[in-house]
Nanobody, 113 residues
Framework: VQLQASGGGLAQPGGSLRLSCAAS????????LGWYRQAPGKQRELVAT???????TYADSVKGRFAISRDYNKDTVSLQMNNLRRWDTAVYYC????????WGQGTQVTVSS
C-alpha cells in the first residue's frame, strides 16, 4: 500500500483547509482509513478514522469542526477542516489500517494570523 497526501498549508484561525490522500493497493477498500497529526514536541495523535462501512470516529478536539470522508471508487480519504484553531497546527498523516498500518508522508498544516 502506498499513500500520497495533498493539501494543507497556512490558514488563519477560523479558516478552512482540506486534506486529501490517495491510496493504492488491492485491499484499500476494506481498510480503515484515517488521519493522525503530530505537533512539535508531542506524540502523534488520532484525528479521525473512517471504516469500510463508513462509520467514523473523531478526536474530541475536532468534533463538529472536521469531517472525514472517503471515495470508494478512487480509494481516497479526505479531511475537511473548518473553524481551524492555532492548536490544530501540526503535521498531518494519512493512514491505511489493514493487518498493519501504512502511513503517508505527512503534510504541514499551520494555523496562524
Amino acid at each position: 500500500v502506498q499513500l500520497q497526501a495533498s493539501g494543507g498549508g497556512l490558514a488563519q484561525p477560523g479558516g478552512s483547509l482540506r486534506l486529501s490522500c490517495a491510496a493504492s493497493g488491492s485491499s484499500v477498500r476494506i481498510a480503515v482509513l484515517g488521519w493522525y497529526r503530530q505537533a512539535p514536541g508531542k506524540q502523534r495523535e488520532l484525528v479521525a478514522t473512517i471504516a469500510a462501512t463508513g462509520r467514523t470516529t473523531y478526536a474530541d478536539s475536532v468534533k463538529g469542526r472536521f469531517a472525514i470522508s472517503r471515495d470508494y471508487n478512487k480509494d481516497t480519504v479526505s479531511l475537511q477542516m473548518n473553524n481551524l484553531r492555532r492548536w490544530d497546527t501540526a503535521v498531518y498523516y494519512c493512514l491505511v489500517r489493514l493487518a498493519r498500518d501504512y502511513w503517508g508522508q505527512g503534510t504541514q498544516v499551520t494555523v496562524s494570523s
